[in-house]
């Protein structure tokens, strides 16, 4: 591969580091892909402010796929919960995870490729900036009926460790945005944040 990279439509491919994970494991020299644009941090920020007030968990199904709609609180739950898993060496297939990140190196989505022996499963897609994932590939039912019940399992066991409940994670995020909010803009103010939807319980969720 060369150093510089390639860039394709919206974004270039530049050589990276990253866990193949399976059982192979071990770092491989992959590809991140950046892409041709540079978020601002205060509109990024907004768009979280908008997510708390989401339903913790929904799924749309559409044409391109299974979308996962997400609560900021739920998504960041999620996203560790499935480095978690997926860095798991019992699991009988092999995954490969491949980051992209905007021209200032801020990380924007995160994305699974998942396979078994013979044959690709499907992609998992992380979109950081809207708290939202996208399920796409041959067999999306693999994903909902094997590994995102073991995924919410890891999220479910993380609550408990950590004694908070996803409301209550989701309300702490919440406060931190409309802090960050305040000290870029003090002469604005904050967003007013009216309460639309009910956050779903751990056990009601999980």
């Known amino acids: 591969m060369e150093e510089k990279g390639r860039k394709i439509n919206n974004y270039e491919l530049a050589p990276v580091k990253v866990n193949s994970g399976g059982s192979g494991g071990g ?75 905007d021209r200032k ?15 690709h499963l499907y992609m998992f897609n992380m ?26 399992q890891i999220m479910k066991t993380d609550n408990q460790t950590n004694n908070k409940s996803i409301s209550e994670i989701n309300e702490c995020m919440k406060q931190q945005i409309l802090s960050y909010l305040e000290r870029k803009n003090p002469e604005r103010p904050s967003p007013k944040i009216s309460v639309a939807h009910r956050v779903d319980e751990p056990h009601t969720l999980l």
């Open 27 to 101: 770092e491989q020299e992959e590809v991140v892909e950046v892409r041709n644009y540079s978020f601002n941090e205060n509109v990024n920020m907004k768009k979280k402010l908008r997510s708390t007030e989401k339903e913790p968990f929904e799924i749309i199904e559409s044409n391109g796929g299974t979308q996962l709609v997400l609560s900021t609180g739920t998504y960041d739950l999620l996203k560790f919960a499935s480095k978690k898993y997926f860095s798991y060496n019992s699991l009988n297939y092999k995954y490969l995870c491949k980051p992209a990140n």
């Open 105 to 119: 190196s801020n990380g924007v989505e995160l994305c699974y490729k998942v396979a078994d022996e013979k044959n």
């Open 127 to 152: 979109y950081h900036t809207t708290s939202s994932c996208l399920i796409n590939g041959r067999n999306v039912a693999h994903f909902f009926d094997i590994d995102l019940p073991n995924i919410l």
